[in-house]
């Protein structure tokens, strides 16, 4: 059973960074799509980015691109989201997932989420 467990919300000013960490475990398929999510209160999920892990590059939201980067640490089975330049539009419950296969994801195994909040 797959495990995710993410970490490194908080509360940031509006111009500065945070790094999100997904530790992963369980994870038996080599080939799989990870990806970060957020949702905003009275919004619907978004994708921020994803990757993939036989590699072919990143994908981003056009609201992040050049502002995050998602990375993956394969010795720690760790996902990462560095988020730079963040505003208050940023807020929300950020959410990793993993799924066997291709991307996007659709289903697939979830975390617990991490805040983040951002002030102007």
């Known amino acids: 059973q797959v495990q995710l467990v993410e970490s490194g919300g908080g509360s940031v000013q509006a111009g500065g960074s945070l790094r999100l960490s997904c530790t992963a475990s369980g994870i038996t398929d080599s080939f799989y799509c990870m990806g970060w999510f957020r949702q905003a209160p009275g919004k619907e999920r978004e994708e921020v980015a994803r990757?993939?892990?036989?590699?072919?590059?990143?994908t981003y939201a056009d609201s992040v691109k050049g502002r995050f980067t998602i990375s993956k640490d394969n010795s720690e089975n760790t996902l990462y989201l560095q988020m730079n330049s963040l505003k208050p539009e940023d807020t929300a419950m950020y959410y990793c997932?993993?799924?066997?296969?291709?991307?996007?994801?659709?289903?697939?195994?979830w975390g617990q989420g991490t805040q983040v909040t951002v002030s102007s």
């Open positions: 997932a993993v799924e066997a296969g291709h991307c996007p994801i659709w289903g697939g195994s």
């Open positions: 990757m993939h892990s036989y590699g072919g590059g990143a």
